[in-house]
């Protein structure tokens, strides 16, 4: 009996739908990488309407680890190792492979999503992480689309509408919990310095720091509040501004242990003892706090917990669960060490 042979018709179809020859067609089936990615995309949505999978994703779905994209935004770098840390530890304990890269915001709002999105369909991947990025719905659908997963650690944005799964700790708790501790200690003069001023993260921190205060019946100081970058640099200049007032601040909140560091440096260099004449509280409960001089009190982040948490629930995802919650958010913990003491007299 006669071998019936379909790749012949299948490659005449899609070649007509897209408008390339039939060699095209053979060229994208088989990954080759010498056709122009506006083509490419052309045979692959002709693919997709036929719902045709080559030989090659049809492989890489039913064969061999789960494969998961990580995208790392701006972030102070000890934050982002300890979330990374968590999600490769757990990537070994289900048989994942974890493809990581980093974009800056800028060139995150640059890059073609619809390509990116298409690429990972190719490769086979099934989902991807963000980790403090911001991309917008429309970014977002261009995954969704082609049913990969999407799942974001600490957005800088607030979730467009109809949401999508996101995973963070408890910021607004843990910024009351670490002004708190500054009010039990008898200082009144509180600064706060944050990061981007749409962050979330951020601004859940700061409003848990209002919360504070209000709840003392501390006088809110506007000029005591500035918002930056997650980054020591963006500590140091606000920390000279604050400092630099007619009535500094006894205590600074700094809303990530990278800002800290900034501050401990304009401290050490205006010649002001931490935490005799200045203490200082900072954020995430990163390795940093016990490598610095003195040791720094901070709200602990549970990271790689947050990170086994994200990589746990793209995976459910991916596979067409419905998580329990859109966010999750994990507990924080104030750490006290040498870094915050009674206001001076």
């Known amino acids: 009996m006669p071998t019936t042979h379909r790749s012949k018709p299948i490659l005449a179809t899609v070649a007509a739908l897209a408008g390339v020859s039939a060699p095209t067609v053979s060229k994208v089936i088989n990954g080759r990488d010498d056709v122009a990615d506006a083509t490419r995309l052309r045979v692959q949505a002709a693919l997709d309407e036929l719902g045709y ?4 994703q049809r492989r890489t779905r039913s064969t061999g680890p789960a494969m998961i994209d990580l995208v790392i935004g701006v972030h102070d770098g000890a934050y982002s190792m300890e979330i990374l840390r968590g999600i490769l530890d757990f990537a070994v304990d289900v048989d994942v492979d974890v493809v990581v890269s980093s974009y800056t915001p800028d060139k995150l709002s640059r890059v073609d999503h619809d390509e990116w999105a298409e690429r990972m369909k190719e490769s086979g991947r099934s989902g991807i992480i963000f980790v403090t990025s911001e991309i917008t719905i429309d970014q977002l659908n261009a995954f969704h689309r082609r049913e990969i997963a999407v799942l974001v650690i600490d957005p800088l944005n607030p979730p467009p509408p109809g949401g999508y ?5 408890t910021n607004w ?9 500054l009010l039990d200690l008898g ?7 944050g990061g981007p001023a749409a962050a979330e993260c951020s601004v859940a921190r700061l409003h848990g720091y209002l919360a504070a205060l209000m709840g003392r019946g501390v006088t809110t100081r506007q000029d005591y509040i500035l918002a930056g970058a997650f980054n020591q640099k963006s500590g140091a200049e606000a920390s000279r501004e604050v400092l630099a007032l007619d009535e500094p601040p006894t205590a600074i909140f700094a809303a990530s242990d990278t800002i800290a560091l900034g501050v401990l440096e304009v401290a050490r260099n205006r010649g002001l003892r931490v935490p005799d004449d200045l203490s200082v509280v900072g954020f995430d409960g990163t390795p940093l706090t016990e490598q610095t001089l003195p040791r720094l009190t901070s709200v602990a982040q549970p990271l790689q917990e947050m990170g086994r948490a994200a990589l746990r629930g793209v ?5 067409g669960e419905q998580l329990d919650s859109s966010h999750t958010e994990l507990a924080t913990e104030l750490v006290v060490r040498e870094s915050t003491a009674p206001p001076p007299v």
Do not use: C, D, Q, Y
Not at 173 to 181: L, N, S
């Open 165 to 169: 799964a996101s995973v963070g700790a």
């Open 187 to 193: 200082h009144e003069r509180i600064a706060f310095l």
């Open 315 to 319: 995976l459910r995802l991916s596979r």
């Open 53 to 56: 999978r080559s030989p090659m």
């Open 173 to 181: 708790a843990g910024g009351k919990a670490a002004t708190e501790h």
